[in-house]
């Protein structure tokens, strides 16, 4: 048991050693986007923490906001060192999603070493536009969004779902029902 226990723990090991993002980032600041920020202790960078620092904890609008400002703020780090993995089987793209869009603005691909993104701090002031409200409207369940036509490649999607009386009263009884979201790229994939 010992033997298969420091075997394991060397091969962990193997897997936590960053000598290249060591020899780039250097004594530079830098911030773990997933929740293994272990790798920043074993690897001795100079770690500079968003304010909800493991990514599934930021997990209300507040608190990604927060964290979004942190990253377009003169406290930033200049490197982030990018893990997209969730816990509990969490939709990857959910958790911090608010970071996720200014490290797709503001930051640059400068290495990848094992599974890990090293990523570098260049913020775009030209591309910092106030964010805008492309189209609002309430809509009922399996009523479909067609989002052609609008201006630009990208879009950030935000639901405000509220159940009817019938809706609550299950909820207070039971559960909340699951949602489903189905989308259709322009290629017909789905």
Do not use: C
């Amino acid at each position: 048991f010992r033997a298969e226990v420091v075997a394991r723990d060397k091969a962990g090991e193997e897997w936590m050693d960053l000598p290249r993002t060591r020899q780039i980032a250097g004594k530079s600041s830098i911030d773990m986007v997933s929740y293994f920020q272990v790798l920043l202790f074993r690897n001795e960078l100079e770690w500079r923490p968003r304010p909800v620092f493991q990514s599934y904890a930021a997990f209300s609008p507040e608190l990604q906001e927060l964290n979004a400002r942190f990253l377009e703020g003169d406290r930033a780090p200049e490197y982030v060192l990018f893990y997209l993995h969730a816990i509990d089987e969490r939709i990857s793209t959910t958790d911090d999603a608010a970071v996720l869009q200014i490290i797709a603005r503001d930051y640059v691909p400068v290495l990848r070493e094992t599974d890990l993104l090293l990523l570098h701090r260049d913020p775009q002031p030209a591309v910092r536009e106030a964010r805008e409200i492309s189209m609002q409207r309430e809509i009922g369940f399996d009523e479909r969004i067609d989002l052609r036509g609008l201006r630009g490649n990208g879009h950030v999607l935000r639901l405000d779902i509220r159940p009817t009386l019938a809706g609550r009263l299950r909820t207070l009884l039971d559960s909340a029902p699951p949602l489903f979201a189905e989308f259709e790229l322009d290629d017909g994939d789905r």
